[in-house]
């Protein structure tokens, strides 16, 4: 595999992926920017950064808006991650949301802040 070709493997994983994690969001902001999205992740990012990591979001989800609203793109907050009973924390989430600023950066980088985010690939679902 040349460089080019693992250039070109890794923007086109960047397109599906940012596209697909984010149906729910673009389909509500049909006419939104990538620059949008990524206003829209750093809000989320900073309404849970108010909180402490070990915070478990069940507990704060009323009082959140921005990241209210990411979170519904998960298993519902009162659901436990895994069969162990273990809750969601604001650190936990907080991972998804730096990895996803940071996916959608790389988009920024290559295909410029005006890019629309309607025209990111997304998975077909039934």
């Known amino acids: 595999m040349t460089v080019t070709t693992s250039l070109n493997s890794h923007r086109n994983w960047l397109l599906k992926n940012v596209g697909d994690n984010h ?3 673009i389909k509500e902001n049909k ?3 990538l620059g949008d999205l990524l206003e829209y992740l750093n809000s989320v ?3 849970l950064t108010a909180y402490d990591e070990d ?3 069940a507990d704060i989800f009323d009082e959140l808006v921005a ?3 990411y979170l519904d793109d998960f298993i519902p907050v009162e659901e ?3 069969d162990d009973g273990e809750m969601a924390t ?3 989430r907080l991972a998804n949301v730096e990895e996803d600023i940071e996916y959608v950066e790389e988009l920024i980088d290559e295909l410029g802040e005006e890019f ?3 025209q990111l690939p997304q998975v077909k679902r039934n």
């Open 90 to 92: 604001v650190e936990y």
């Open 67 to 69: 990241a209210a609203d």
């Open 31 to 33: 006419d939104a920017t």
């Open 116 to 118: 629309p985010v309607s």
């Open 23 to 25: 149906r729910r969001w």
């Open 45 to 47: 990012q900073d309404e």
């Open 55 to 57: 915070v478990v979001l």
């Open 80 to 82: 436990p991650l895994d």
